[in-house]
């Protein structure tokens, strides 16, 4: 077996020879939660309950088409991927039953991916579970284990799933993620992390369904890292780890009041049961429900609806299902039909009583407060160790990226056994204004992260006016979580394995002009976010194979995919050959407002206008009336970017500004640079074209050379490389400035919401 291409010291990645690694990298691929045979994108209504027989063979791509994939991520200037796998494309037929063909056709990818240089960690993937209940990861048998009937979930508000959603094509963006609020999720992740605390009465195959849940799960990753170790070739090569799951949630754990809405449930669309009331729902009951929709500061009830399954249950019918099917033996404590909370004393089905509303507030046992604190570093970290103890027990060099939930506070295991060298600390970042809305605002955003951690009287003070505050308020969300990570766990390295943007902005205004405009300004807010918080890397959300304008990535309705074959590639440079047209296109829209007018002083007036409620709304803009075809390159020229590949020294800082076309890297060097190993920056050649009289580099010392280098045939890189002496150096890299392209008219916007004005009238926002 090889030893690790790269190695951890401290907070950084490191090669054999001692050189910073920037992991520069992507999540392919988007539709590797969906099987690929047959068709399992989420608005495909046929055979959608047929899930034991689904392969997810030629996901995330097919073998012939994998040069092609791999070579274009090459090309832009990736060296990292997080390789999604499901659970559910492990083991789909029945527990126990592993699908070796899916296993053998990713050990295959893994191969090619190798060919071109990547470092590869594998992300065992979930959404709210899995598909039956509107997310991804957990195979159906799954579903029918935790005694819930999936057919029942619409009608009964257990789920909301895409697939059984009358038309697909409407169903609601972005609220497939308040599924982890709704009955059949909050259930089965309360199984998974805490069944033998509050559901002692399911047990399966002698097993409680925890255990019965974790076993089986963490088995099948085994099998597929034991798999991979078997290969010989891969661990150490090509994969450098194994992440622990992704957003794990914690079901009822802690949940305070079944009768209320929690103040911490930040999402909130659509229906918006209690826990109580999803309970009853899930048993047939009616019962009227708030509703809420997003509105300028968040969530706000906008009424309410009555839920009415008409007798139908979300729970399975003792009289037509038979556990034989997968051929497990439930105990007798496990009544099938009826809700197991009601089972476990929370409510009395003969008068719809609610008896136990704190039920999972205490530890049954122990009598401690259980809130997200004590999950993370109770039943998340328990299931950690066995993760990580099962993939060690087959690869121990293997590196683990632990990630908590997102938003919240790391586990505290600074200075115990868990603190150790070759661990990761994985966290997510999504500007939820422009994901849930759909909408790149550039005049005001919130300090999420601010407000979680109660940094501010009100959220007044929260907001951030302009575009260049918006930019520094990412930049500061970032920095901080990478420092609760070192405060909390010690220190080790903090790689944001999720962090994107939606494309289908504006109601798709981009995919009408091919301008992407507001695309590259989110992406290129978000790099700078990234960059600037001294993070050892990320991968970007996402790269999707199929990704089409109309279905997007194919699931729940997201697009949020840098790929898509309708639109233009972005070229490369061709100054040299044709100096007078470049091939640049010096229309493209690609650049952020950063420094812009929005650095004007912050007012009441100023305030006023940029909180308006029209402005969190849809938006037609009106094509522009300017000649020439938009670019349409997808908002490459923002993700596409120069950014530090080896380092001789430490990092300091570096930086793109994509608005000046220019790159920056500050570092400490330790030594004189040998020969055989300079500093390497990758320099695309769109930004950055040799021969082009804007191309500029300047050095604080030493020499340097730009070349084209090709690992692999079809995938060449435009790098810098760079030979400097000890101590504080810097490199400032100029390339081709580009004229901003025309933004499209915008309504004048009116109103200011009341309640920002009771909650921070005449208080300057900071």
Known sequence: MSPLRLHIDGASFRDPQNREITLHGI???????????????????????????????????????????????????????????????LEHEGPGKYDEEYIEHTI????????????????????????????????????????????????????????????????????????????????????????KDFAPKCVIDGKNIEDYLQDHFIDACKHLAQRIHEAGDLHGDVVIGYESVNEPNNGFIGHPDLSQIPKTQNLRKETCPTGFQAMLTGSGRAVEVETYAFGSLGPYKSGTQLVDPKGHSAWLNPDTWDD??????????????????????????????????????????????????????????????KYRNAIRGVWPEAIMFIQPQPFEIPPSIKGTKDDEQNLVFASHFYDGITLITKKWNKLWNVDVLGILRGRYLTPAFAVKVGETAIRNCFKDQLSSVRQEGI?????????????????????????????????????????????????????????????????????????????????????????????????????????????????????????????????????????????????????????VRPTPVLTHGTIN?????????????????????????????????????????????????????????EAVEGAPQQILRWWHGEGEQRVTVKGVRRTRGTLRPREEEEGVMDAYWQMGRNCRVM
């Not at 497990?328 to 009583?353: C, F, M, N, Y």
């Not at 580099?697 to 030493?702: K, L, M, T």
């Open 27 to 89: 999540n392919v691929a988007g539709d590797t939660k969906l099987p690929a045979h047959p068709d399992g994108s989420s608005h495909v209504k046929e055979n959608f309950f047929d899930g034991d027989t689904v392969s997810f063979v030629d996901r995330p791509f097919s073998i012939a088409d994998a040069h092609t994939h791999f070579s274009r991520l090459k090309k832009w200037g990736y060296n990292t991927i997080r390789y999604i796998f499901t659970w559910e494309a």
């Open 108 to 195: 295959k990818l893994l191969r090619i991916a190798k060919e071109y240089g990547f470092y590869i960690f594998m992300d065992p993937h979930q959404d709210v579970w899995a598909r039956y209940t509107g997310g991804s990861g957990a195979p159906l048998w799954t579903i029918y284990a935790c005694g819930f009937d999936p057919e029942q979930f619409q009608v009964t508000h257990a789920a909301w799933v895409q697939n059984t959603w009358p038309d697909p094509a409407d169903f609601p963006k972005m609220v497939w993620a308040t599924n982890y609020q709704r009955l059949a999720c909050q259930t089965i992740f309360t199984f998974f992390f805490g069944g």
């Open 324 to 385: 034989s099917k997968y051929g497990w033996k439930r105990a007798e404590s496990w009544k099938l039909g009826e809700d197991i909370w009601a089972q476990h004393g929370v409510w009395d089905p003969s008068t719809d009583e609610l008896k136990l509303p704190q039920y999972f507030t205490k530890h049954p046992q122990t009598g401690e407060i259980m809130d997200t604190d004590y999950f993370t570093n109770h039943q998340f970290m328990e299931y950690f160790r």
């Open 487 to 639: 405060d909390y766990m010690g220190v080790h390295p903090c790689i944001y394995t999720e962090i994107g943007i939606p494309y289908d902005m504006d109601d798709q205004y981009a995919y009408k002009t091919g301008d992407y405009t507001s695309q590259a300004a989110a992406i290129d807010a978000n790099h700078y976010a990234v960059e600037g918080s001294k993070a050892a890397g990320f991968t970007w959300w996402v790269y999707t194979a199929s990704n089409s304008h109309f279905w997007g990535d194919n699931w729940n309705g997201e697009d949020l995919s840098i790929y898509s074959a309708e639109d233009r590639p972005l070229p490369p440079s061709s100054y040299e050959s044709n100096p007078s047209k470049l091939s640049l296109d010096p229309s493209s829209p690609s650049y952020s407002e950063s420094q812009s007018e929005t650095n004007a002083p912050v007012t009441p007036g100023s305030v006023g206008k940029a909180l308006s409620v029209d402005e969190m709304t849809r938006t037609i803009r009106t094509p522009s009336t300017s000649s020439g075809e938009a670019p349409g390159f997808r908002a490459a020229e923002a993700y």
């Open 653 to 709: 800082s570096h930086g793109f500004d994509l608005k000046n076309c220019t790159f920056h890297l500050y570092l400490t060097s330790p030594s004189p640079t040998p020969q055989e190993h300079p500093t390497v920056i990758f320099l695309p050649d769109f930004h950055f074209p040799q021969g082009s009289p804007q191309t500029s580099v300047e050095v604080s010392g030493g020499k340097w050379e730009v070349r084209v280098e």
